[in-house]
T-cell receptor, first 111, second 116 residues
Framework: KQEVTQIPAALSVPEGENLVLNCSFT??????LQWFRQDPGKGLTSLLL?????REQTSGRLNASLDKSSGRSTLYIAASQPGDSATYLC??????????FGTGTRLTVIP | GAGVSQSPSNKVTEKGKDVELRCDPI?????LYWYRQSLGQGLEFLIY????????KSGLPSDRFSAERTGGSVSTLTIQRTQQEDSAVYLC??????????????FGPGTRLLVL
C-alpha cells in the first residue's frame, strides 16, 4: 500500500523567507502528485498537479518538483507571506481511483 | 454552483444515531470520491463512484458505512449507529473522468461530524 510522508510536520518562518516542504512516497508507480492547501475549517485547495511524466510545475511563487524514481517531491514557496499560513498536503494517485495523502505540514509565516 | 458543495457543514449527533452527509459535485463531473480526515491523521479514502456505481468501496471502515449516488450527481454518505470514533471531517471530491486519468480532484469544504 502506498504510504506518503511529509516532513516537517510543522514549520514557522519569518515573512519574506523562502522555504521548502518535503513529501516522500513508497511506491514510485504513480499517475500524478498533487499539492493542496488546507485552511482551518475549510476544504482543500489544489495548488499544483504534477503528472508522472513531468519533473516540475510552477504557479506564481510556488514551484513543485517530482523525482518519481526516488519517491520524492518538494514544494518551494518563495518570499513567504502571512497569507501563506496553512496546512500543506501532498497526495499521490497510484491507484486508479483514489489519492493517498500525507499528514501535512502546518506552516506559520510570522509577520 | 462552481465548486463542490457539502451539507451540513457541521453535525453533532449522539452515539447510536444514524447520520446522512450530502455531496453535490461539480456539474458534469462523472467521478466522485469520499474521504475522511480524523483528528491528527491524514485523509483516508472511503469510496469512489464512477457515475452511479461504486467500483471501489475498499476504504469504508465497516458495514455501518454506506454511500449512494443518484442521477450521476448528488451523493449521500450514511453512517448507521454512529460511534465516537466516527468523529471526523468528511470530505467529498469530484473529477471530470476519474479512473486512470491524470486529472485534478476538486474538494468540497467538508462536513465536520462530532459524535457525543
Amino acid at each position: 500500500k502506498q504510504e506518503v510522508t511529509q516532513i516537517p510536520a510543522a514549520l514557522s518562518v519569518p515573512e519574506g523567507e523562502n522555504l521548502v516542504l518535503n513529501c516522500s512516497f513508497t511506491d514510485s508507480a504513480i499517475y500524478n502528485l498533487q499539492w493542496f492547501r488546507q485552511d482551518p475549517g475549510k476544504g482543500l485547495t489544489s495548488l499544483l498537479l504534477i503528472q508522472s511524466s513531468q519533473r516540475e510545475q510552477t504557479s506564481g511563487r510556488l514551484n513543485a518538483s517530482l523525482d518519481k524514481s526516488s519517491g520524492r517531491s518538494t514544494l518551494y514557496i518563495a518570499a513567504s507571506q502571512p497569507g501563506d499560513s496553512a496546512t500543506y498536503l501532498c497526495a499521490v494517485k497510484s491507484g486508479a481511483n483514489n489519492l493517498f495523502f500525507g499528514t501535512g505540514t502546518r506552516l506559520t509565516v510570522i509577520p | 454552483g462552481a465548486g463542490v458543495s457539502q451539507s451540513p457543514s457541521n453535525k453533532v449527533t449522539e452515539k447510536g444515531k444514524d447520520v446522512e452527509l450530502r455531496c453535490d459535485p461539480i456539474s458534469g463531473h462523472t467521478a466522485l470520491y469520499w474521504y475522511r480526515q480524523s483528528l491528527g491523521q491524514g485523509l483516508e479514502f472511503l469510496i469512489y463512484f464512477q457515475g452511479n456505481s461504486a467500483p471501489d468501496k475498499s476504504g469504508l471502515p465497516s458495514d455501518r458505512f454506506s454511500a449512494e449516488r443518484t442521477g450521476g450527481s448528488v451523493s449521500t454518505l450514511t453512517i448507521q449507529r454512529t460511534q465516537q470514533e466516527d468523529s471526523a471531517v468528511y470530505l467529498c471530491a469530484s473529477s471530470l473522468f476519474g479512473g486512470s486519468f491524470e486529472e485534478t480532484q476538486y474538494f468540497g469544504p467538508g462536513t465536520r461530524l462530532l459524535v457525543l
